[in-house]
């Protein structure tokens, strides 16, 4: 079964940091741009954060710019996003979506996607 599975949300308090975690089951990763999306209720599912499939190009919201560092390690066919810094309006369910593209654009709409994880909890108390 192919599947990306998503861990490392947890309670933290504001300031702290959290490390998500996203493997792919059943495929590998290497051709696929990755994304971490969070959905807030009034808002819809926005983009948190972007990596190509080479690694070479990332994209963050302006909301975490600064704060949030996306990464991918091949060998181990997971991709991270290390959070900093964290505010409560980061609180949230995180998902990780896999699109497969070579191409170092992110412009697409998120139905594109073709995986996404089953969705981790943030959530910063203040």
């Known amino acids: 079964q192919l599947q990306l599975v998503e861990s490392g949300g947890g309670l933290v308090p504001a300031g702290g940091s959290l490390r998500l975690s996203c493997t792919g089951s059943?495929?590998?990763?290497?051709?696929?741009?990755m994304a971490w999306f969070r959905q807030t209720p009034g808002k819809g599912r926005e983009g948190v954060s972007f990596?190509?499939?080479?690694?070479?190009?990332?994209k963050y919201a302006d909301s975490v710019k600064d704060r949030f560092t996306i990464s991918r390690d091949y060998s181990k066919n997971t991709v991270y996003l290390e959070m900093n810094s964290l505010k409560p309006e980061d609180t949230n369910v995180y998902y990780c979506?896999?699109?497969?593209?070579?191409?170092?654009?992110?412009?697409?709409?998120?139905?594109?996607?073709?995986?996404w994880g089953q969705g981790t909890q943030v959530t910063v108390s203040s």
């Open positions: 979506a896999a699109i497969r593209t070579v191409a170092d654009v992110f412009d697409f709409h998120f139905t594109e996607y073709d995986f």
């Open positions: 990596i190509s499939a080479s690694g070479a190009a990332t």
């Open positions: 059943g495929f590998s990763l290497d051709p696929y741009s």
